[in-house]
Structures are given as structure tokens and as C-alpha cells.
């Protein structure tokens, strides 16, 4: 059972325009959310997180914002760089969970 | 260390035969986390400790797979007579602290070992 999905397989935007990628999850009980950045043969690392009591966490170019009644959240990124291009993966846990479940991941790239 | 390290980076293995697969978590991360990537595919999570005590393992193939986080050691992931489905990247991660609605903190994760199984 797919629990975090990423919809779009892939992302192509301009340098220096607003990325948002975005996911959605079924598990209303998910309280933590997590984005990873995954360059190839690299482990994923970790890029922001948002707790279920907020909507909202910036960090520098990065913001992700949480819609629980949508269940829905997304990453903003802007202004977009040609370094930011890799491949994102939502992820998401539940405080009664012992695992963190991953979306598929949404490869984007950023064209000079 | 400050990373997890995953060893080896490659693995090749025919098919039946065993393979094992090593981690470091990042010095004073209690938990550990192993994930199975078929084919860059989602993350199917497998077993996870909290120090040497199994936290979940209810990813786990029980039949062929084991794993273990003992002290002063790697933890390590091992597949006894291995099948061509098993070919896959392993990741491992490690977290401070994990399941707690106030106190989480992300998995930092390795860099994988590749296992292909011929």
C-alpha cells in the first residue's frame, strides 16, 4: 500500500523560476513530513521537515507547506538552481510507526 | 563518524549463494533504519533498531533475511541464498530519535550498497 505519492514522475523549470513539487499522503495519522534530495549513487539527504502542528517551515530557498485536511504538502523552491536538480522524495511518519514510508521520488531539473 | 557508512559499496553474488551487507550509523544515533531500492523505485523499508534491540521488523522476509546492530560493531544485513529479485540498492540510515510527535528528527542515510545478484 503506497501511503506517500509524488504524482509526477519528473519537473522541468528555468533557472532562476519557483520549483514546487508536490505530494500526497493517505495515513491521516502521519505527524512528522520530510523532504530528501538524491543525487545518483548517493544515499538520499535530508532537505527540510515540517511537524503536523505547523503549515509552513522556510529555510532559505526551501519551503514546504502542509495542507492536512488536503493531506497534501509541497516544496517550494525558489530561486531555482541548476544544482538543485536531482531527484526529491517526500516522506512521511507517524509517532505510533517504526518505520518512515517514501514516496517515489520526482526528478527534477533546472535548465540554465 | 558524522556519516553513515555503508560497506561495500558493490556486491555481486550468484544466485543462491549469501551475501552481507555492513553499516555504521553516525556515532550517537540510537536508531537505525534498512532500506531496500529496486530498480530507483520507491524506498521499501525493511527492519529498523533502536540500539541492539529490534525496533520493527515487519519488512522483513523472514525466510532469507536477517540482520543485527550488536555493540561496538557494524550492524549488518545479511541475505542467506540469494534470489535475482533481491538485486537492489541497500540503504541504510540512522536518527537521533524517532517516534516521538515533538522530538523527531530526520534519517540520515548512507550512500547504499549495491547488491546484483546473477
Known amino acids: 500500500d503506497q501511503q506517500v505519492k509524488q504524482n509526477s514522475p519528473s519537473l522541468s523549470v528555468q533557472e532562476g523560476r519557483i520549483s514546487i513539487l508536490n505530494c500526497d499522503y493517505t495515513n491521516s495519522m502521519f505527524d512528522y513530513f520530510l523532504w530528501y534530495k538524491k543525487y545518483p549513487a548517493e544515499g538520499p539527504t535530508f532537505l527540510i521537515s515540517?511537524?503536523?502542528?505547523?503549515d509552513k517551515n522556510e529555510d532559505g530557498r526551501f519551503t514546504v507547506f502542509l495542507n492536512k485536511s488536503a493531506k497534501h504538502l509541497s516544496l517550494h523552491i525558489v530561486p531555482s538552481q541548476p544544482g538543485d536538480s536531482a531527484v526529491y522524495f517526500c516522506a512521511a511518519t507517524a509517532s505510533a510507526n517504526n518505520d518512515m514510508r517514501f514516496g517515489a521520488g520526482t526528478r527534477l531539473t533546472v535548465k540554465p | 563518524g558524522e556519516e553513515v557508512a555503508q560497506t561495500p559499496k558493490h556486491l555481486v553474488r550468484g544466485e543462491g549463494q549469501k551475501a552481507k551487507l555492513y553499516c555504521a550509523p553516525i556515532?550517537?544515533?540510537?536508531?537505525v533504519f534498512w532500506y531496500q531500492q529496486v530498480l530507483k523505485n520507491e524506498f521499501k523499508f525493511l527492519i529498523s533498531?533502536?540500539?541492539?534491540?529490534?525496533?520493527?521488523e515487519t519488512g522483513m522476509p523472514k525466510e532469507r533475511f536477517s540482520a543485527k546492530c550488536l555493540p561496538n560493531s557494524p550492524c549488518s544485513l545479511e541475505i542467506q541464498a540469494t534470489k535475482l529479485e533481491d538485486s537492489a540498492v541497500y540503504f541504510c540510515?540512522?536518527?537521533?530519535?524517532?517516534?516521538?510527535?515533538?522530538?523527531?528528527?530526520?534519517?540520515?542515510f548512507g550512500n547504499g550498497t549495491r547488491l546484483t545478484v546473477t
Open positions: 556515532k550517537g544515533h540510537s536508531y
Open positions: 540510515a540512522s536518527s537521533q530519535r524517532f517516534g516521538d510527535s515533538q522530538y523527531n528528527s530526520p534519517l540520515h
Open positions: 515540517i511537524s503536523s502542528i505547523k
Open positions: 533498531f533502536q540500539n541492539e534491540n529490534v525496533f520493527d
